[in-house]
């Protein structure tokens, strides 16, 4: 595919933050993005690199009604030697297109994804930063254009991808969480989007979350729609249980936004000979095993943070500290070897990272 490149001007470009230290997440954007648009019976067109601008909508644009948008998470990470690398980044394709399908959208050949994305690295690769911990997190992000007010799927969209730095997760090593169990809200229910990540899974999250941090709970932990009573997710990450030497992870059932930080532990976990079982989880088994003890270990996985430790609960207004509020063995095991990947620190064994060519 053929890539229009216009690169931006002395005038257009960006401050690049100074101390790489103090980076919020999602506040600064780099110098430029990639877009191209979508119309039915012509395809995927235009597919451009322009400086970072705003977007002009019709305001009966699709997405702004009836919410068919979906977006991906993920990160560039600096290696020591100056090298640009990818984690799994066909993962994110992978679900991209299956979010694109259950939201009656087009789809995106993955190799035009992955070309598009290295295209505007590239580009951008100066402000991929250097400090140990920071990277650059990468936004693609598709939604309906088309000017129409009857609920059907469009058949005109944009996609794009805008980059920014953002800080370590740790600056100060592990800060682990609070969480707040919500059986009176939830998040999605099996058959419909909650495994797409589609734009309105988040606006539905937001109300339960607020009351959660008015109570002084970082995250929300959400139960399944139809019981309240099984684990899904926490925030947005998925989950994992420490139960004496096993780990236990809900399994994907329709609900649960399949995370590949998420699939990456459980697989690093079983080769390193540990017992994963993908199965049902009550809230009642949880708090149980907490106050026996056998809940060794709590922690929610995804691209931001990695591994988040739990250290608290609180259902039905009750507190349930896990583990004395320590941080476990294994939470730091799989953060260090996770991350040492990432940063090609570690012997690559799976074949997970990729590095972005920057001399094409
Ligand atoms: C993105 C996301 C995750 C984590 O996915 P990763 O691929 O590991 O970053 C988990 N839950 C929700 C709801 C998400 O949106």
Redesign the pocket.
């Known amino acids: 595919m053929e890539i229009k490149v216009m690169p931006a001007g002395e005038s257009e470009r960006r401050p690049k933050p100074k101390d790489e230290s103090k980076l919020v997440f999602g506040t600064v954007f780099s110098d430029h993005m990639f877009i191209m648009n979508y119309d039915e019976g012509r395809g995927w067109h235009d597919a451009r690199i322009v400086p970072y601008q705003n977007l002009s909508l019709d305001p009966a644009a699709m997405v702004l009604h009836y919410g068919q948008g979906i977006f991906e ?1 993920l990160k560039a990470y600096r290696a020591s030697d100056g090298r640009i690398l990818l984690f799994r980044p066909e993962k994110n394709w992978e679900r991209f297109n299956k979010s694109a399908r259950r939201m009656c959208m087009p789809e995106i050949d993955p190799a035009v994804l992955m070309q598009s994305l290295e295209a505007l690295l590239r580009l951008d690769a100066d402000w991929v930063p250097r400090s140990r911990g920071t990277s650059l997190y990468i936004r693609p992000t598709m939604f309906a254009t088309e000017p129409a007010l009857g609920v059907r799927p469009a058949k005109q969209y944009v996609y794009y991808v805008i980059t920014g730095p953002v800080g370590p997760y740790y600056p100060e090593g592990f800060n682990p969480v609070k969480i707040y169990v919500s059986d009176e809200y939830v998040r999605a229910v099996r058959g419909g989007v909650g495994e797409a ?1 589609t734009m309105g ?1 988040y606006a539905a999250s937001l109300y339960a979350a607020e009351i959660a941090k008015k109570k002084g709970y970082t995250q929300v932990l959400w139960l399944d729609a139809v019981e309240r009573r099984y684990v899904e ?1 926490v925030g ?3 989950i994992f249980f420490r139960i004496e030497d096993t780990l236990v992870t809900p399994p994907l059932t329709g609900s649960i ?1 399949p ?4 699939e990456s532990v459980i697989h690093l976990a079983r080769h390193w000979g540990i017992k994963v079982e993908e199965r049902p989880i009550t809230i009642d088994e949880v708090i149980e095993r907490a106050k026996d003890g056998s809940l060794k270990e709590c922690f929610g ?3 931001a943070a990695v591994i988040s430790p739990v250290s608290e609960l609180c259902y039905k207004e009750e507190r349930v500290t896990i583990a004395d509020g320590s941080v476990g063995e294994w939470s730091r095991k799989l953060y260090d070897e996770l991350v040492g990947i990432q940063y090609g620190e570690k012997e690559d064994i799976f074949g997970w990272v990729r590095e972005v060519p920057l001399d094409k």
């Open positions: 998470g990540k899974n997710e947005t990450m998925n936004l995370g590949v930080t998420r996985t995804g691209t």
